[in-house]
């Protein structure tokens, strides 16, 4: 089976705000299903070309904006490169999560914090004190809790 995948930019037009600019918002398309994102930027409508899926002009604000919907869609092309690769199933709701950072546990600081206190334990008499270890224990319980 054949998989079809698609990257485009349009403007919503229905959230226009005082200055006359909207948001512009990312589309990946996989196999016919849709995920959207905001891009954080806003834009005169006027100025969009929506063949393109760019602003047209020529102004160094244009020609920045335009580099910076290039290297969004690099990245989301680069982003499935991986997950093919990896063999993971590719959806646009995979792509966007692996853009986004969701899915990805993060290891807070209070986690690495009590995994090394019960390390230090396993290793009481051997390379750690008793003392050191409750040492240990106790800043964790005072200062975090």
Not at 5 to 16: A, E, H, T, W
Not at 53 to 59: P, Q
Not at 95 to 113: A, P, V
Request: hydrophobic share 35%; glycine share 4%; net charge positive.
């Amino acid at each position: 089976m054949k998989n079809t995948f698609s990257v485009l930019f349009y403007p919503k037009r229905n959230d226009i705000d005082l200055a006359k600019k909207v948001p512009v918002y990312m589309r990946i398309t996989v196999n016919g299903r849709r995920s959207e994102l905001s891009v954080h930027r806003k834009v005169n409508v006027s100025k969009w070309n929506h063949k393109a899926g760019k602003l047209s002009g020529t102004k160094e604000e244009v020609t920045n904006f335009n580099n910076y919907l290039d290297a969004l869609r690099n990245k989301i092309y680069d982003i499935q490169q991986q997950l093919l690769r990896s063999g993971t199933k590719i959806t646009s709701e995979a792509i966007k999560n692996s853009y986004l950072g969701h899915g990805e546990k993060q290891i807070m600081l209070l986690e690495i914090f009590k995994n090394h206190n019960e390390e230090m334990e396993m290793l009481i008499g051997k390379e750690y004190a008793l003392n050191t270890v409750k040492k240990y224990k106790t800043a964790y319980k005072c200062k975090f809790q």
